[in-house]
C-alpha cells in the first residue's frame, strides 16, 4: 500500500505520517528531508543557492541515503548523517531557493519514486509525505489526503517547536519559517487545495493522536479494514 500525505508547513505531515506509518507497519518517506539535504550538500560543496544550473549539477551528484524506518527516519549524505543539521534555522531559510528549481525537482522526484518503488516491491508499502506526493511524485497511490490546518494553528505549533512557546513573540519569529516559506514553494508546487481523489483532513481543532486517527480512518475507508 502507498499513503500520499500533503500539506503546508506545520500542518502535522511529518509527525502525523510517522504515526501512521507505524501503526500500519509501513516504511516512512519525509520528501521535505532531501530537500533539506539537498540543500545541506550545495552548501556544503560552495555552491551559490542562486545558480540555477551549478545547484542542478551538485543536486545530480547528491550520495543521499534515506532511513524509512518511521520510529528512527534518517539522513546520510556521502556517509555524513546530516538529521540534525538539516533542521538548522539557516537550512530552513534556504531550502525554498533549492525546492523552487525546476531541474532540482525533477532529479529529486525520481529518488522519491524510486524510493516508494522500492518499498512497494519488498511488499512493505510506504507513507510518503511532502508538497506534490498526492499529484505529481505518486498521483496513483492507493491513498491521497491533504493535510491541513489554519494559519494560527500551524504557526502556533511551529513556534512550540522552535521555541519553547506560542506568545505572541514567538509565533512573530516563526512566521518567515512558515508562511513566508509556504509562498516561495507555492509558486512551483500547490498543496493548499486538494486535488481531484485526494481526501482533506483538517487538523486545526483536532489533537495529535486525533489526527494520526483521522488519517487512518481514510485509509480504512479507501482500502478497507486492516486485517
Ligand atoms: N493535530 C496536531 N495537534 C497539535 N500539534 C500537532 C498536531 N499535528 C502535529 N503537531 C505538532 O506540530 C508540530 C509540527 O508538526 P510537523 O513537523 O509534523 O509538521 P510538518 O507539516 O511536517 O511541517 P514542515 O513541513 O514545516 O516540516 C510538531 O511538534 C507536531 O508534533
Ligand atoms: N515534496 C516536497 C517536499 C518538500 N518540499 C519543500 C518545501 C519546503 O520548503 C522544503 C522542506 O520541507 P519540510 O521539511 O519543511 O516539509 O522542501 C517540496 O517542495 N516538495
Not at 542562486?50 to 556517509?79: F, N
Not at 524510486?114 to 510518503?128: D, L, T, W
Not at 487545495?193 to 486517527?213: K, N, Y
Request: proline share 3%.
Amino acid at each position: 500500500m502507498v499513503v500520499a500525505i500533503d500539506g503546508p508547513s506545520g500542518s502535522g505531515k511529518s509527525s502525523v505520517s510517522r504515526g501512521v506509518a507505524s501503526a500500519l507497519g509501513l516504511a516512512y518517506l519525509d520528501t521535505g528531508a532531501m530537500y533539506r539535504a539537498a540543500t545541506w550538500w550545495c552548501l556544503h560543496r560552495g555552491v551559490p543557492l542562486s545558480d540555477v544550473d551549478a545547484v542542478a549539477g551538485q543536486v545530480r551528484t547528491l550520495p543521499l541515503v534515506m532511513g524509512v524506518d518511521p520510529q528512527h527516519p534518517t539522513v546520510h549524505v556521502d556517509g555524513i548523517d546530516v538529521g540534525e543539521a538539516i533542521r538548522t534555522t539557516e537550512i530552513s531559510a534556504a531550502v525554498s531557493a533549492v525546492a523552487t528549481n525546476l531541474q532540482v525537482r525533477a532529479e529529486l522526484g525520481r529518488l522519491q519514486r524510486a524510493e516508494i518503488e522500492s518499498a512497494r516491491v519488498r511488499g512493505r508499502g510506504i507513507v510518503a509525505e511532502g508538497r506534490d506526493i498526492t499529484t505529481v511524485v505518486a498521483p496513483d497511490a492507493d491513498v491521497r489526503v491533504l493535510l491541513t490546518a489554519s494559519e494560527e494553528a500551524r504557526l502556533a505549533r511551529r513556534a512550540r517547536d522552535v521555541h519553547g512557546s506560542d506568545d505572541a513573540a514567538a509565533v512573530e519569529a516563526t512566521r518567515d519559517q512558515v508562511l513566508r516559506r509556504d509562498a516561495d514553494d507555492s509558486t512551483v508546487v500547490q498543496f493548499h487545495v486538494a486535488a481531484d481523489g485526494v481526501v482533506t483532513v483538517d487538523s486545526s481543532h483536532l489533537d495529535f493522536d486525533q489526527t494520526v486517527q483521522a488519517v487512518l480512518d481514510v485509509v480504512e475507508s479507501v482500502v478497507g479494514p486492516r486485517a
